[in-house]
């Protein structure tokens, strides 16, 4: 289990509270900006949450007044004549698929602006819950780049082309609420309700059936560019692997016993 990390300059503060893996971007100075710095310990704490039998849930927030504002532009590793494609196969590529594919479920607890890379890194959790005065940025086409960190996948899943495009083209600040509204993200709270409320929700889904949850993140995400028949199969055959579990053995002896369930399987 990763151990609690105190020192502030490090990019990423990792601990855990009970079946919760929290990890909070840290270089508040530059809003918490991706360095290779940084993901060197972000794909591996996601690695080691995943590994981690005893971590139910993870929530992912930002130091400071910030979420992310995407890759960092001073880092050294991209100054320069970079091969932005290369960055992108080497850190986001992997982030995207790791989150898309965690053995729990992952919150997003955006506490301030979330720009670029930090707007989709955010978007790729299964569930985001923003500070009111959160904004949501696409600001890749002021740099004269397209949405990576999987935006052009996600952003028409969630929103639909028309917004979608007018947000990437655009670059518009889209504040919480709204972005609650058009159904881009879960839920907006008040500022200061913002940790209670992500870690009350990652606490309740810790103790929910994991490797359920995990499969329905697969199911819809594999059932979208699927015909219904294709996507009737695929039910059935999660149905048929999850049924053989302990956790449905176990959830359906609960609720006929009138007590809480234990679920183990991940
Ligand atoms: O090669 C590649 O680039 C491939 C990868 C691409 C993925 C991407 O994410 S591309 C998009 C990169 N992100 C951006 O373009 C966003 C840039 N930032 C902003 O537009 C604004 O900072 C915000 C709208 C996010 C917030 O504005 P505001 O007014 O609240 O804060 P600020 O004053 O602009 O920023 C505060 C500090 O953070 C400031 O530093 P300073 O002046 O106090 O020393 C600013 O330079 C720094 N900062 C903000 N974003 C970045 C950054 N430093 C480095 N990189 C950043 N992305």
Same mark, same amino acid.
């Given at each position: 289990m990763a151990e609690p990390i105190s /020192? /502030?300059? @490090?990019p990423l503060l990792v601990s855990t509270q009970g079946a919760v893996r929290v990890l909070m971007l840290n270089r508040p100075a530059a809003l918490n900006s991706f360095t290779a710095a940084m993901h060197a310990l972000l794909l591996p704490a996601l690695e080691d949450a995943a590994a981690d039998?005893?971590?139910?849930a993870v929530v992912v927030t930002g130091a400071g007044r910030g979420f992310c504002a995407g890759q960092?532009? !001073?880092d050294p590793a991209m @100054?320069? !004549? @970079?091969d932005v494609g290369a960055v992108i196969e080497r850190h986001y590529r992997p982030l995207v698929l790791r989150l898309r594919t965690m053995p729990v479920p992952v919150i997003a607890a955006v506490n301030g602006v979330a720009a670029g890379a930090g707007a989709n890194f955010a978007l790729c959790c299964d569930f985001v819950l923003a500070a009111r005065s959160a904004v949501f940025i696409q600001a890749f086409s002021k740099i004269g780049l397209v949405p990576d960190c999987g935006g052009t996948w996600l952003l028409p899943r969630l929103v639909g082309r028309a917004r979608a495009l007018g947000l990437a083209m655009t670059g518009d600040k889209l504040p919480a609420e709204e972005a609650v509204r058009i159904g881009l993200i879960w839920q907006a709270v008040d500022d200061t309700a913002l940790m209670d409320s992500a870690m009350a929700l990652a606490q309740r889904l810790a103790a929910m059936p994991a490797k359920a949850l995990a499969e329905t993140r697969r199911a819809i995400d594999a059932a979208a560019p699927m015909d219904l028949a294709d996507a009737l199969r695929l039910e059935a055959d999660t149905q048929r692997e999850l049924g053989r579990g302990h956790d449905f053995g176990e959830g359906v002896a609960a609720f006929f016993a009138k007590r809480p369930p234990v679920f183990t399987d991940r």
């Open positions: /020192s /502030s300059t @490090v039998a005893t971590v139910r960092d532009l !001073n @100054v320069g !004549n @970079v």
